[in-house]
């Protein structure tokens, strides 16, 4: 019996599903999704800092003994990072490698015409981006401290997310974030909808009021932080 070469193996079946580009817009879907709910909580999160700084800062202080004994300190914390990590790759590799496809898929007269991807394509192409540098400038911001301005307080979240709005740059750098973001969310929401299989006649209209009025609560929700810091009424 000859002996199976490299050319005789089939590819597996994940291989399969990757390479197709239903199975990166799969990903793309699932991926999201995962972010959409650690963002509502966050956002939900976020709003504890109008209740001050004691209950701020003690909240920031349970997400990390959340779990235990069963968990040691910060293990929920990093198991939640690590799903995200694995998130944010998958989401932003499937999305680079779809466009790519998308590129190469158009026919070369195309070109010459200047045929451009649909505006939907674009902001979420451009508010993908935006959101990807938002979430290293946000991390080295508010968890490392590391482009934190003035100083920066292990531990006590409430008085460096004072200090984050207390800079113009601050509001514009965030502010300009959570608009991409409710763009984005809105027009991803619907579109992770119809790859999931959940759209249908009657099911469209009751989808996109869902992304219009989850966009909107998230942008909202995010964006009432700073706005209760340059208002006075978080200090
Ligand atoms: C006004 C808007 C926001 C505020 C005030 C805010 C506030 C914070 C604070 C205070 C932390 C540190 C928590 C801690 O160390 O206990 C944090 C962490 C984080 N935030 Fe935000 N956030 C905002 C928007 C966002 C958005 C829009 C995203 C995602 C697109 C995001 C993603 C994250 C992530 C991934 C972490 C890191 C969690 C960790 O590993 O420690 N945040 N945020």
Same mark, same amino acid.
């Given at each position: 019996?000859?002996?199976?070469? &490299?050319?005789?193996?089939?590819?597996?079946?994940?291989?399969?599903?990757?390479?197709?580009?239903?199975?990166?817009?799969?990903?793309?879907?699932?991926?999201?999704?995962?972010?959409?709910?650690?963002?509502?909580v966050h956002m939900i999160g976020n709003l504890k800092i109008f209740f001050g700084a004691s209950e701020f800062n003690h909240y920031a202080h349970w997400?990390?003994?959340?779990?235990?004994?069963?968990?040691?300190y910060?293990?929920?914390?990093?198991?939640?990072?690590?799903?995200?990590?694995v998130a944010v790759i998958a989401h932003a590799t499937s999305a680079y490698q779809l466009s &790519?496809?998308?590129?190469?898929?158009?026919?070369?007269?195309?070109r010459h015409k200047k045929a451009r991807a649909s505006y939907a394509t674009r902001t979420m192409r451009w508010g993908g981006i935006i959101l990807g540098l938002f979430i290293v400038w946000h991390i080295l911001d508010l968890t490392t401290g590391?482009?934190?301005s003035g100083g920066f307080q292990p531990g006590h979240p409430y008085?460096?997310?004072?200090?984050?709005f207390s800079t113009w740059y601050g509001n514009v750098i965030y502010i300009v974030a959570m608009?991409?973001?409710?763009?984005?969310?809105?027009?991803?929401?619907?579109?992770?909808?119809q790859t999931l299989g959940a759209g249908g006649r009657t099911r469209d209209r009751a989808l996109k009021a869902v992304a219009d009025v989850l966009?909107?609560?998230?942008?909202?929700?995010?964006?009432?932080?700073?706005?209760?810091?340059m208002t006075g009424v978080v200090s």
């Amino acid at each position: 019996m000859a002996l199976a070469t &490299r050319t005789d193996r089939r590819p597996s079946l994940a291989r399969t599903v990757w390479d197709s580009s239903l199975g990166k817009k799969t990903v793309m879907a699932v991926s999201g999704l995962i972010m959409l709910l650690y963002l509502v909580v966050h956002m939900i999160g976020n709003l504890k800092i109008f209740f001050g700084a004691s209950e701020f800062n003690h909240y920031a202080h349970w997400l990390r003994v959340v779990g235990e004994p069963f968990m040691h300190y910060e293990w929920t914390l990093w198991l939640v990072r690590i799903v995200l990590v694995v998130a944010v790759i998958a989401h932003a590799t499937s999305a680079y490698q779809l466009s &790519r496809r998308d590129i190469k898929a158009r026919p070369v007269a195309y070109r010459h015409k200047k045929a451009r991807a649909s505006y939907a394509t674009r902001t979420m192409r451009w508010g993908g981006i935006i959101l990807g540098l938002f979430i290293v400038w946000h991390i080295l911001d508010l968890t490392t401290g590391t482009v934190h301005s003035g100083g920066f307080q292990p531990g006590h979240p409430y008085q460096n997310v004072v200090g984050t709005f207390s800079t113009w740059y601050g509001n514009v750098i965030y502010i300009v974030a959570m608009l991409a973001l409710g763009l984005h969310v809105r027009h991803g929401f619907w579109s992770a909808a119809q790859t999931l299989g959940a759209g249908g006649r009657t099911r469209d209209r009751a989808l996109k009021a869902v992304a219009d009025v989850l966009a909107l609560l998230l942008t909202l929700g995010f964006i009432a932080v700073p706005v209760g810091v340059m208002t006075g009424v978080v200090s």
